[in-house]
């Protein structure tokens, strides 16, 4: 018998040569390597990182650092994961937390590397490394958004053990097609089919928004011939010809290729492959009937046709299939027929746009059975009203229900159950709404309210003013009386108004919220003073209410401006156009305006529209108006303008609608307005001019006026060959 201290050390022995045996098999990383710790830093080096981002890539063990991982027994760097943590464009973050700079090839010595993602970063149209491409181990490579240009390189093929690729949404490029959808900032791919075969262990692949429109024919062969794919994503590549037969992927999953063209049949090879869940050809030109064979079967829960507006077929034969779809979205697609019963056995529909179809009948009560969260009809030709089962749908988000062919008298508190509703649009139907003026309804989440041409009556719906998340508001087109409530313009989240062709009185607030994109309130009574109108939004337009006083002096960046049909006096403030970014629409007509047409108007380059007319403006036109190329119609009719016409009106060459009718011009109709060949109307009625009109104004070179309008004053001498225009002449 031993001793104890003896039993003691030789178990502690045991135990010893155990852990060292182990150890020997299964090493213990204990840090990260050190010429790889060199290659991120490197690495690091050649990014421009202003957001602070990479902070964490310090001190020894690299393994630790921001979107590192290492195997945890050889300490190799295995994964690497800088995608932006922003990936929404709109974010006011997105663009700070970018990566930017250059790759530098120090990362391609990272032999071991099986995983990386630089997406929704910007590399400012920089080639991909070719030596990026020498990761044989590499599994997953994810590069979409992330800013790369120019060809996408043939090294890619030679990436063997790649499952997953994306370099989605690279929009760098120089331009190499003449495809109508790509423009000098595609990334770019002629070569495709050559390399793609060779990824023969490839399961995602997804290239959408790279141009493939050089490919070969053969594209799809290339990829029927990859046989461990599961989900394709090809959306907006500018493929064309058949879609190509790809039954023998029998894991194919999902077939993402919408915003091709393909103007051919459904082709009937759906159906043999029984693994598809998910897809999605809209905007592919598709035509024909939807065959019976097409129809998805058990396992698909995603069929997205929109947009094919050659296809044809009953709704009523394709909802007698598929029940286990999730996601069934065929607008503009030419169906017709009605809801059929059997509707209620679509337990698990999420999804539901049927819009812009030739739909009859009514909706049916079994609609009340399902799950769904968003539930468009809208333009089609339904009748009858809008079901209580509709109260049924809780889960309910998004309603559209615009110009579906309803009728009938609806209260909004058919919707009060609905608590997780944020888009409804009931617009331009036969409706009767009502709206109580004591009802309190329990959204929380309505961000979208459209109700258009719905026969609203009485006051401005109070219930609006605890709507804090609401985003777009439309109640155009009603009978609302009484004040414009100043409430409105504290809505938080509130960026599109419509109010127009209302009976609303009332004047704006003295500060306008800086948060709106459109607001459009014309067809009112509105009335007082404008405020300033500093804000800036896309579209303003408070015409044909009652607004007087003189314009602000302090004006924003407006798309679209338009302050026509009211009482306004004063001169036309110089600062109007301080900016060439300035409105492409300027509507000032229909007031009291006095004074010349300043000069600086010319300073806004991106003007399409430039309406002045039926004012009391007086003076010669500026001759700057001539630096405004992109001009369209340029109406200034109804003043007391005078002088002659400005020889640089000839450089406005898009120029459709040239109207200077009942002013005081004088001197003779120049010659260079056969130089607008685009001229569709031209007026210049109940002027002063003389002489003859230049026979060139209708030669088969100049203007092109035979289908459009000409007014000219009758003390105008015509050439005897000019008579047959006699019809386009009014004195």
């Known amino acids: 018998m031993y001793p104890l201290s003896f039993k003691m050390t030789a178990g502690c022995g045991f135990l010893l040569i155990w852990v060292i045996m182990l150890h020997s098999q299964f090493p213990i990383s204990t840090g990260c390597l050190q010429d790889e710790r060199s290659y991120l830093l490197d690495f690091k080096a050649g990014l421009n990182l202003s957001s602070g981002r990479l902070s964490s890539w310090r001190g020894f063990n690299c393994c630790e650092w921001e979107g590192v991982a290492c195997d945890y027994h050889t300490s190799h760097v295995i994964r690497l994961d800088l995608r932006n943590p922003v990936d929404y464009y709109y974010s006011s973050d997105y663009h700070k937390q970018q990566l930017t700079g250059e790759v530098r090839t120090s990362l391609c010595n990272l032999q071991h590397l099986q995983y990386l993602d630089l997406s929704w970063n910007d590399f400012n149209g920089t080639s991909i490394p070719p030596q990026l491409l020498k990761l044989h181990r590499l599994e997953f490579l994810r590069l979409k958004n992330a800013g790369f240009g120019g060809e996408v390189p043939l090294e890619l093929g030679n990436m063997s053990s790649l499952r997953h690729l994306d370099i989605s949404d690279n929009f760098w490029l120089i331009q190499i097609s003449t495809y109508d959808y790509f423009t000098s900032d595609y990334f770019k791919c002629s070569k495709f089919d050559v390399w793609v075969r060779n990824l023969r262990s490839l399961e995602f692949l997804d290239m959408s928004n790279v141009n493939l429109s050089m490919a070969s024919e053969h594209w799809g062969d290339a990829l029927s011939g990859l046989p461990n794919l599961t989900q394709i994503h090809l959306f907006g590549c500018g493929l064309s010809g058949n879609i190509p037969d790809l039954s023998n992927l029998t894991r194919l999953s999902h077939l993402h290729i919408?915003?091709?063209?393909?103007?051919?049949?459904?082709?009937?090879?759906?159906?043999?492959?029984?693994?598809?869940?998910?897809?999605?050809?809209?905007?592919?030109?598709?035509?024909?009937?939807?065959?019976?064979?097409?129809?998805?079967?058990?396992?698909?829960?995603?069929?997205?046709?929109?947009?094919?507006?050659?296809?044809?077929?009953?709704?009523?034969?394709?909802?007698?299939?598929?029940?286990?779809?999730?996601?069934?979205?065929?607008?503009?697609?030419?169906?017709?027929?009605?809801?059929?019963?059997?509707?209620?056995?679509?337990?698990?529909?999420?999804?539901?746009?049927?819009?812009?179809?030739?739909?009859?009948?009514?909706?049916?009560?079994?609609?009340?059975?399902?799950?769904?969260?968003?539930?468009?009809?809208?333009?089609?030709?339904?009748?009858?009203?809008?079901?209580?089962?509709?109260?049924?749908?809780?889960?309910?988000?998004v309603l559209s229900l615009r110009s579906s062919g309803l009728r009938g008298n609806i209260s909004l508190q058919l919707f009060e159950n609905l608590t997780r509703l944020s888009q409804l649009d009931l617009s331009e139907n036969q409706f009767v709404i009502d709206i109580s003026t004591s009802w309190v309804p329990k959204f929380a989440h309505l961000s979208t309210l459209e109700l258009q041409s719905c026969n609203i009556q009485g006051n401005f719906p109070a219930f609006l003013s605890q709507q804090y998340q609401l985003s777009r508001l439309d109640l155009s087109d009603n009978n609302i009386v009484g004040n414009l409530p100043s409430w409105l313009w504290d809505l938080p989240n509130l960026h599109q108004l419509n109010l127009s062709n209302n009976q609303l009185e009332g004047s704006l607030p003295r500060k306008i919220s800086h948060s709106f994109l459109t607001v459009d309130l014309h067809g009112n009574r509105l009335y007082g003073s404008l405020p300033p109108l500093d804000f800036g939004s896309h579209a303003l337009d408070l015409s044909n209410n009652g607004f007087n006083g003189s314009i602000p002096t302090t004006i924003g960046i407006f798309d679209t401006l338009s302050l026509s049909g009211n009482n306004l006096t004063g001169e036309i403030p110089s600062s109007i156009c301080n900016n060439s970014d300035y409105h492409r629409v300027l509507d000032l007509s229909k007031n009291k305006l006095t004074g010349m047409i300043p000069s600086n108007i010319g300073q806004c380059y991106v003007i399409e529209i430039l309406k002045l007319a039926q004012n009391v403006l007086q003076g010669e036109i500026p001759k700057e108006l001539g630096n405004l190329q992109s001009l369209r119609t340029l109406n200034l009719n109804g003043n007391r303008l005078q002088g002659i016409i400005p020889p640089s009106i000839a450089n406005c060459t898009d120029l459709q609608i040239f109207d200077l009718g009942n002013n005081n011009f004088e001197g003779s109709i120049p010659v260079w307005i056969e130089k607008l060949t685009d001229l569709r109307i031209l007026s210049l009625a109940s002027n002063k001019f003389d002489g003859r009109i230049p026979p060139q104004l209708f030669s088969g070179s100049g203007v092109k006026l035979r289908s459009g309008i000409c007014y000219c004053d009758c003390s105008v001498v015509l050439p005897h060959e000019m008579e047959i225009h006699m019809l386009f002449f009014h004195g």
């Not at 094919?308 to 007698?320: E, Q």
């Not at 698990?348 to 969260?373: A, Q």
């Open 258 to 397: 919408a915003y091709n063209s393909f103007p051919v049949q459904l082709p009937s090879w759906f159906e043999n492959v029984s693994s598809l869940v998910s897809v999605d050809l809209s905007s592919c030109g598709i035509n024909g009937f939807i065959p019976s064979n097409f129809m998805p079967r058990s396992r698909m829960s995603n069929l997205v046709l929109d947009s094919n507006y050659g296809l044809k077929g009953n709704l009523s034969f394709m909802l007698s299939h598929s029940s286990s779809l999730v996601v069934l979205s065929l607008s503009h697609c030419n169906l017709t027929g009605v809801f059929p019963t059997s509707i209620a056995n679509f337990s698990k529909l999420m999804t539901m746009d049927l819009g812009y179809n030739n739909l009859e009948g009514s909706i049916p009560s079994s609609f009340g059975s399902l799950t769904l969260r968003q539930l468009y009809l809208g333009h089609n030709q339904l009748s009858g009203t809008i079901p209580d089962c509709i109260s049924k749908l809780a889960s309910l988000n």
